[in-house]
């Protein structure tokens, strides 16, 4: 009988034990509960707009209303804008110029024709360790400072090794000069010298740098970006908002347009700092559902740019 209630005891805890085993919670929703949920999220990306900094070489975006691609009986005639009023929805179209606009991902096929075009990105490009290397002091006394070597190594003084696969972006503040569209991409600004690229890819084996500029570097033949894409490296430019994150250990989240073969990405770069950081907000803060209600109603303005409007 001892025997018999002793095994009975010990499959009942074998039992208990994997009931409880079932009901823990998943690894990874743990630890969105515990630290990415309170976690204070920047986003690193500028809006793009019809009027805004853009190569020279290249012209800037139209914003319209998207119209009916044919008749739908009873319903929208070919060529009728959709309206809220008369469709019930609405929706934008968008005459893109090029796919090197606002905050971008360059995929090495920009300069190499036999570089991965941005439909080739793995998915692991989503999230990696975020490196915020600060020049901006440097950039101020010299607008046309280009990161090197040496400031990484005191980087590494300070926060220790760049961690392999990391991001490293280049903080200049140059981002605060957006809206003075001529000033952004004239000569001199901030960029990232070849010597650094090279020591950050074969020395530290980032996944890429960004930069808030729309050029790597200002040299005449643009040789960090040429390097880069000849090399399958992948880079960001036209990042904002370094100001607002810690230098050492944030995340960085990686979103981007996938056009088949694209040689360019819209891109969208955010910030996930520790939840006692000063900027951003969390996910209690801003819990994204529902979202909130717009002051007034939608109205496109000149540039076909959706607006609240009293």
């Known amino acids: 009988m001892t025997c018999m209630k002793t095994a009975a005891l010990a499959a009942l805890a074998v039992l208990t034990a994997s009931i409880a085993a079932r009901a823990e919670e998943p690894p990874l929703w743990k630890l969105y509960e515990q630290s990415l949920k309170g976690a204070k999220y920047i986003d690193l990306t500028h809006a793009f707009e019809p009027v805004q900094p853009v190569w020279p070489g290249f012209g800037n975006a139209v914003f319209k209303p998207a119209v009916a691609g044919q008749d739908i009986e009873g319903y929208v005639k070919k060529g009728e804008e959709f309206t809220y009023d008369k469709h019930g929805f609405v929706a934008?179209?968008?005459?893109?110029t090029t796919d090197q606009y606002g905050t971008q991902l360059d995929p090495p096929s920009h300069w190499n024709p036999k570089g991965a075009t941005?439909?080739?990105?793995?998915?692991?490009?989503?999230?990696?360790?975020?490196?915020?290397?600060?020049?901006?002091?440097?950039?101020?006394?010299?607008?046309?400072?280009?990161?090197?070597?040496?400031?990484?190594?005191?980087?590494?003084?300070?926060?220790?090794?760049?961690?392999?696969?990391?991001?490293?972006?280049?903080?200049?503040?140059?981002?605060?000069?957006?809206?003075?569209?001529?000033?952004?991409?004239?000569?001199?600004?901030?960029?990232?010298?070849?010597?650094?690229?090279?020591?950050?890819?074969?020395?530290?084996?980032?996944?890429?740098?960004?930069?808030?500029?729309?050029?790597?570097?200002?040299?005449?033949?643009?040789?960090?970006?040429?390097?880069?894409?000849?090399?399958?490296?992948?880079?960001?430019?036209?990042?904002?908002?370094?100001?607002?994150?810690?230098?050492?250990?944030?995340?960085?989240?990686?979103?981007?347009?996938?056009?088949?073969?694209?040689?360019?990405?819209?891109?969208?770069?955010?910030?996930?700092?520790?939840?006692?950081?000063?900027?951003?907000?969390s996910v209690l803060d801003a819990p994204g559902a529902p979202l909130p209600t717009q002051a007034a109603p939608l109205k496109r303005d000149a540039n076909g740019v959706f607006r609240p409007t009293p």
């Not at 934008?92 to 893109?96: F, G, Q, V």
């Not at 960085?252 to 347009?257: H, K, N, S």
């Not at 910030?271 to 907000?281: F, R, S, T």
Request: glycine residues 10%; proline residues 6%; aromatic residues 10%.
């Open 118 to 281: 941005i439909s080739d990105l793995p998915a692991s490009f989503a999230i990696r360790p975020l490196a915020v290397i600060d020049i901006s002091g440097k950039v101020a006394k010299d607008e046309g400072y280009h990161l090197q070597v040496a400031d990484i190594e005191q980087w590494e003084k300070t926060h220790g090794r760049i961690p392999e696969g990391a991001v490293v972006f280049v903080r200049s503040d140059w981002y605060k000069k957006w809206a003075d569209r001529e000033r952004f991409n004239k000569k001199p600004f901030p960029g990232v010298g070849l010597a650094a690229l090279k020591f950050l890819h074969l020395e530290r084996k980032i996944l890429f740098h960004g930069h808030e500029p729309l050029d790597t570097d200002t040299t005449p033949t643009l040789e960090g970006e040429h390097w880069l894409m000849h090399n399958n490296f992948a880079q960001a430019e036209g990042v904002a908002n370094l100001d607002k994150v810690p230098e050492s250990g944030a995340l960085v989240t990686i979103g981007f347009a996938k056009p088949l073969g694209g040689s360019g990405g819209y891109a969208r770069y955010i910030a996930i700092a520790p939840a006692d950081w000063k900027e951003g907000v």
């Open 92 to 96: 934008s179209a968008y005459e893109l």
